[in-house]
């Protein structure tokens, strides 16, 4: 096979349709400090949550595509939606076409993985995009792993331009949150654990502990993935070994560099250089 893409190591891409990645990244670099990586956002295009299978499908490809070119041997999907409608498709019809040694992963199974050691009631509840509820992603994953547990869903379509727009932490995202959490526990009281099922979710976590019952486990996900990413790389040396040890992350956005910079001061603790690039 003629080869398509850098032969050498090369730092540990993380995609996301937005900003949300950037949750994910941050618990990332804290578990594994010392690894270099690329973070890709298409921002131009966001949000993925309400756009089609065959869109989400093209576009996340097109972004797996650029990472590879950059010299990614391991992409993360660090987005629910990316993760529901193209993840499945990419790993088995993509990648033996484009670089059968090369590897693309998700957010959902790490998350789902714990849930059964949280849950008592059996009973559990996902927040996400309309796209990602759409999917049954969650429901799907659970129900292969933990067959007794009874997944309910709610979209919250109104939750990530709350947080790309910087209104956050706004009265005025008090009655979006209060009204997507209320929804959620009308449809299943017995409810006792809930998963963030957006990247961007985190960002509001101080306003969904305000209006969610006490007792409650709310579980977010940058930690999971993060854990989940170290234990792939110590049961896989041969990626391990192909991931370069740097510390280094670079950022691209396909959106204006002032705009991602502006934006992404919400998800970092640290100030970033971004180019843009075209997918």
């Known amino acids: 096979m003629k080869q398509l893409f850098p032969a050498t190591p090369g730092p540990i891409g993380i995609f996301d349709s937005g900003y949300g990645g950037l949750t994910i990244l941050g618990k990332i670099r804290d578990t594994l400090p010392g690894y270099d990586y690329i973070y890709l956002g298409d921002n131009a295009r966001t949000p993925y949550g309400t756009r089609s299978f065959e869109i989400v499908y093209e576009f996340t490809l097109q972004a797996v595509t650029r990472l590879f070119e950059m010299g990614c041997p391991l992409v993360i999907l660090a987005c629910n939606t990316a993760s529901a409608k193209a993840l499945r498709s990419i790993q088995v019809n993509d990648l033996p076409r484009l670089d059968p040694s090369r590897r693309v992963l998700g957010v959902i199974r790490p998350t789902v993985e714990c849930i059964g050691g949280i849950t008592l009631s059996r009973h559990v509840g996902v927040l996400a995009t309309s796209g990602t509820i759409r ?102 040396p041969e990626m391990d070994a192909r991931c370069t040890r740097g510390g280094q992350c670079c950022y691209y956005t396909t959106e204006a560099e002032e705009k991602f910079c502006e934006s992404a001061s919400t998800f970092l603790n640290e100030d970033i250089s971004v180019r843009q690039i075209e997918l």
């Open 135 to 236: 999917s049954e992603s969650y429901p799907l994953e659970i129900r292969k792993l933990y067959p007794d547990i009874r997944v309910t869903g709610q979209a919250c379509p109104m939750w990530v331009p709350l947080v790309e727009n910087n209104e956050a932490q706004s009265p005025g995202a008090d009655y979006f949150v209060r009204k997507y959490v209320d929804s959620l526990l009308a449809a299943d009281p017995q409810i006792d654990t809930v998963i963030l099922g957006c990247t961007h979710y985190p960002l509001l976590l101080p306003k969904i502990k305000q209006y969610m019952p006490a007792g409650i486990s709310i579980v977010a996900q940058g930690e999971l993935v993060a854990a989940s990413l170290k234990n792939y790389l110590c049961r896989h």
